[in-house]
């Protein structure tokens, strides 16, 4: 076997034991630091780097030489973000963060009662006392989350760049100024529909906060409930998978309830063969959208090679699931799953382009918060927050609560941001194309054949060039 895929190899092998550490309902750090310990002993052998060069020069066979480009990348990336001290601190914080039980109305209740509240609750007081409890989680992370953000920084400039998000976006061939533009340019597309939201938003309610925003964003959002129902979740995925002639039985994909914090995941437990996908519903249209997300990302992962080196780029996956999730926001879709009438699809259609204005500024103005503090680390926290929040969601955010993923996932909003990209370039296409895409056979050959099969071995972005001929940034 040649060496590079010796290396693949293992590296597959504790990528999935990752998988099955992060699967696991209780966090284990001290499992998970031990796999760090391989990757650091595989990745940051002095030699791999001489070694991956010079296959690079003189390696004919084109998978193994872009193997090899990816290994390199890898590897500059391992020195970062698996440098002992930084991966500490991050994994520090994010425990912090998962194991964190907010205090409300004089209850610790989970993550997801909290989302709850800040989601439905017409209590505006208790909405403000949920938005608050996040507070205590945040006030003894800032000085790790800091130091964190000075390290990476640090690290990146022994590797020769001007800090950590101008390294990490090279090894996605971009630059911060094309990332910047991006940015403004979406928020331009955006402004119009999220005015007139805001507007209608402090019409309703004086001094309209943070804590109103989630509120009156799924109030005007969400189609009723009870065209949703949690117990036709799984039947309406069997179905439009009956529609693409699948049939979910046969496939090596697991889906299993879970009382976790998080709305869902999907776990890669062995490469295209245990695939586990895990929701916990409580009801409603968001319980379908991250259920098609998640198995978004299982039927990507079901044709992916089967290789570490070959698994696409964050942004890529990211998108892969947002097509799935894309699918229920069909009018073919509502019509033949859900069957509401015409009317009530017609005003949830609307209401998309405000569901896209939502996310969009809800993601930049998270990466625009990291991308500020990575600029100037002194920084204060709740000055930058407030900076970000005013420019991107109009709001005058005086509550002192910032994001703290951002620092255990870091630049994870861009992946986010690209992802809605991928997704409307491709609906775009299906759309000229095929016309009808609910229950398309040609529209799933498409995504098997051209996004899935060939994996990193292409570039992400010509890869969707190649098979659209469209670019994602229009
Ligand atoms: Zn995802």
């Known amino acids: 076997m040649h060496w590079i895929d010796e290396i693949d190899l293992r590296l597959k092998k504790n990528w999935e034991e990752q998988m099955f550490l ?15 310990r391989e990757v650091r002993e595989l990745l940051l052998d002095p030699n791999l780097l001489d070694r991956t060069e010079a296959l690079l020069k003189r390696e004919k066979n084109p998978i193994s030489k872009r193997k090899a480009e990816i290994l390199r990348k890898e590897i500059v990336k391992a020195r970062i973000e698996y440098d002992k001290r930084l991966f500490a601190l991050r994994s520090e914080i994010e425990e912090r963060a998962n194991k964190f039980l907010p205090l409300i109305n004089g209850k610790e209740v989970k993550i997801n009662e909290r989302s709850k509240i800040l989601m439905r609750s017409p209590h505006r007081k208790l909405r403000k006392e949920a938005h608050q409890s996040w507070k205590p989680l945040l006030d003894p992370i800032e000085k790790q989350a800091r130091k964190s ?47 007139k939201f805001i507007k209608k938003g402090r019409e309703e ?62 776990y890669n437990l062995k490469m295209g063969e245990d695939i586990r996908v895990t ?71 609307n209401a998309l382009t405000l569901d896209e204005a939502f996310r969009f500024r809800e993601f930049i103005c998270e990466l625009s918060f990291e991308l500020e503090l990575y600029k100037n680390p002194e920084a204060n926290f709740e000055k930058i927050w407030q900076a970000v929040a005013k420019e991107y969601l109009g709001i005058e955010d005086d509550s ?43 529209i799933l050959d498409f995504l098997i054949e051209n996004y899935y099969k060939p994996g990193n071995l292409i570039p992400w972005r010509e890869k969707i060039e190649g098979a659209t001929g469209e670019r994602i940034w229009t």
């Open 149 to 195: 953000i000075k390290l990476a920084n640090k690290l990146a400039q022994g590797e020769g760049f001007a800090n950590y998000p101008a390294l990490i976006l090279s090894l996605d061939s971009i630059s911060s100024d094309y990332l910047f533009d991006l940015c403004l340019k979406i928020k331009k597309n955006t402004e119009g529909v999220w005015k």
């Open 400 to 442: 002192g609560i910032w994001s703290e993923f951002v620092f255990s996932a870091p630049l994870y909003m861009k992946d986010y941001i690209f992802a809605k990209l991928i997704k409307s370039v491709t609906f775009r296409f299906f759309r000229k194309r095929f016309g009808e895409i609910m229950g398309n056979r040609e």
């Open 279 to 349: 929701y916990n519903p409580v009801g409603g249209y968001m319980d379908y959208r991250v259920l098609f997300h998640e198995f978004g990302h299982a039927m990507h992962y079901l044709y992916l090679p089967k290789s570490f080196l070959l698994i696409d780029d964050q942004s890529f996956k990211e998108g892969m699931a947002d097509i799935w999730s894309g699918f229920i926001d069909t009018r073919e879709w509502l019509q033949e799953f859900i069957s509401p009438p015409e009317d009530k699809i017609d005003t949830f259609l």
């Open 22 to 36: 992060w699967y696991q309902e209780t966090f284990d750090k001290e499992r998970l630091d031990e796999k760090a």
């Open 205 to 266: 309610i004086s001094g309209f906060q943070m804590y109103d925003l989630r509120f009156m964003f799924y109030k005007f959002f969400l189609p009723p409930d009870s065209y949703f129902p949690k117990e036709r979740m799984i039947e309406s995925l069997k179905s439009t998978l009956e529609s693409y002639e699948i049939d979910l039985s046969s496939l090596p994909i697991k889906i299993e309830t879970q009382d976790m914090a998080f709305s869902g995941g999907c």
